[in-house]
């Protein structure tokens, strides 16, 4: 089986694997390139995309077919609070019991699940490698660049990146503007974990900033980006924190989360109103 995956691409990538890579599925949708797979294999498949909050979990089911990607189905449950906090996983044997449930309940497909992850301590980064065409060297350099600008260490995180752009430099070097994904394996490995112990297959792990982008932003080629200075600002509210995207022409530029959400806002509206948080919730 592949490795778990941290995140999408942003853009089109070589089919040759790197090593040690982690994320997954190309920027356009294509399908990922696989030993044995022939072309055109794979069409009307689906994939479960698998949201897990402090709230709730949530799974929308994509057919992929010959006209392209349709959304068939979408299903939700509450959880109990404790189970995720702060995008960790915090008792795994009984939230896996909730997602098996959850499957077996609604029918959903267990293979091609994808998980979502929000929190403060996945890294976002964009980078300039000048002067490397050999993809070996390359790869070490980004990887040996990663640990200078991010403050994990490289036996306890994971990592992958995608090239956003290619282009000469001033001194006719080829030079690769990258985005760069780092997690802590200690936040990552528990939702691997989880998905074994609900029988589930999990084929990547997405950062939700980037899911949120490919959602709302359609990916600009590279020749409209140098001359297109738009912005587009995305914020998803969750239970107990907030993502804030800000893409600029089809490209993440900047990326975080704030432990602020809906939970606050219920907050707020019982102590103003003087009322049940229940009847908060309902009103909010």
């Known amino acids: 089986e592949e490795p778990a995956e941290i995140a999408e691409p942003l853009a089109p990538v070589p089919a040759t694997p790197r090593n040690g890579r982690t994320f997954g599925p190309r920027r356009d949708g294509a399908p990922e390139a696989k030993p044995g797979r022939k072309a055109g294999r794979g069409r009307g498949k689906k994939v479960v995309g698998l949201k897990i909050g ?9 057919s992929e077919t010959g006209a392209g990607h349709e959304l068939v189905q979408i299903e939700r449950r509450s959880i109990d609070s404790g189970l995720v906090v702060d995008g960790e996983i915090r ?7 909730i997602v098996k449930a959850f499957f077996d309940e609604h029918k959903l497909p267990k293979r091609d699940v994808r998980i979502g992850l929000a929190s403060n301590r996945i890294g976002v980064r964009t980078l300039e490698i000048a002067g490397i065409e ?4 390359f790869d070490n350099a980004v990887r040996f660049k990663a640990h200078e600008v991010l403050p994990v260490a490289q ?3 994971v990592l992958d990146y995608r090239v956003l752009e290619e282009r000469p430099n001033e001194a006719g070097e080829p030079s690769r503007r990258i985005l760069l994904v780092v997690a802590p394996r200690d936040q990552v490995e528990p939702y691997t974990r989880l998905a074994h112990l609900a029988g589930i297959r999990l084929t990547g792990l997405d950062l939700e900033a980037l899911s949120l982008l490919r959602a709302f932003v359609e990916p600009q080629p590279f020749a409209v980006r140098a001359i297109d200075d738009t912005a587009t600002v995305i914020v998803s509210i969750g239970h107990e924190s907030t993502t804030l995207l800000v893409a600029g022409v ?18 707020a509206v019982a102590q103003e109103l003087d009322v049940h948080s229940a009847e908060a919730a309902t009103i909010l």
């Open 54 to 62: 402090a709230s709730q979990i949530a799974a929308a089911v994509v």
């Open 91 to 97: 008792d795994a044997e009984a939230l896996a019991q």
């Open 134 to 137: 050999d993809e070996e060297r």
């Open 155 to 157: 036996h306890e995180s």
């Open 250 to 267: 089809g490209a993440c530029e900047f990326t975080r989360v704030f432990d602020w959400g809906g939970g606050t806002l219920q907050e």
